[in-house]
């Protein structure tokens, strides 16, 4: 497993870097995937579980699985793939990392320019009047009624159905056209308009890497592929940017 050798041979002119994640970086830390043998989607359906509809029609329910997952992070810590990361984002002059996790690790782990696509699940608001709530979710038995209107408190993560947060990923996009490579780790790249970034960043000429030990959705657009963990995958890909911006 290594760097490709036509990224290496440029690495030395990388100036401008988007990472898009998914939850493999995260299955390190002890954090299930959605999709695959293990992934949460083979146990529990997204439709009953992960859109607003559930959540109207049985709060307490779709309460109890962010609780849980919630609870699942409790003891997780960022892993060397997020480290290599805050690394990266030292490294290079534009850097910007786009992420569809909700865990909040990449800014445990040090991470300072982190869009949150898909949300966070360690943040609540309310559906009714949007406002943010200073809720704990393993803290409430079902969703809490909002202090200000009275609506019914919940995570703040994207749900099926719904958009995206339009600012996140406006900026996500505008550093995908300009960026001179785009590393896509973790992600099985089925969900858009996540998935649409790599190919963005390719077709406005930038170099297209996947890291992940499977091939994906993405693979076929991928000018290069790290079949391996994210963090094997990205500590490689950091020790080459060092090493090229050390050399003459
Ligand atoms: P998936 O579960 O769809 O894909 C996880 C990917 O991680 C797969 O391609 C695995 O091969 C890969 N993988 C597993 N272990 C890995 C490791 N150690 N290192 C690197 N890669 C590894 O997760 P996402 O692509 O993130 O949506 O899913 C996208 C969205 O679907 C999620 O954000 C979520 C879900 O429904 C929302 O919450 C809106």
Request: charged share 20%; proline share 6%.
């Amino acid at each position: 497993m290594t760097v490709p050798d036509a990224l290496r041979a440029t690495v030395s002119r990388i100036r401008r870097v988007v990472v898009l994640t998914g939850a493999g970086i995260s299955a390190e830390s002890g954090v299930p995937t959605f999709r695959g043998e293990q992934g949460l989607w083979k146990q529990f359906r997204p439709e009953e579980l992960a859109n607003v509809d559930a959540f109207l029609s049985n709060p307490s329910l779709v309460w109890e699985w962010y609780a849980y997952r919630r609870k699942l992070l409790s003891d997780a810590q960022p892993n060397a793939g997020h480290r290599a990361l805050v690394q990266m984002e030292r490294l290079v002059e534009d850097f910007v990392l786009v992420t569809q996790n909700v865990d909040g690790l990449h800014q445990v782990a040090g991470s300072t320019k982190v869009l949150e696509i898909h949300g966070n699940i360690r943040r609540n608001h309310c559906q009714h009047c949007r406002r943010p709530a200073q809720v704990d979710l393993l803290q409430s038995e079902g969703p809490p009624k909002c202090d200000y209107c009275g609506g019914l408190v919940r995570p703040s993560v994207v749900w099926f159905g719904e958009p995206l947060p339009m600012e996140a990923f406006g900026e996500g996009d505008r550093a995908a056209r300009r960026c001179d490579l785009f590393i896509a780790v973790g992600t099985s790249g089925v969900v858009y308009p996540a998935a649409s970034l790599p190919l963005t960043a390719k077709n406005a000429g930038a170099y297209f890497l996947e890291i992940n030990p499977e091939s994906t959705d993405l693979s076929r657009y991928a000018d290069g592929a790290l079949r391996a963990s994210a963090s094997d995958g990205l500590t490689e890909v950091v020790t080459a940017i060092a090493s090229g911006r050390n050399s003459p």
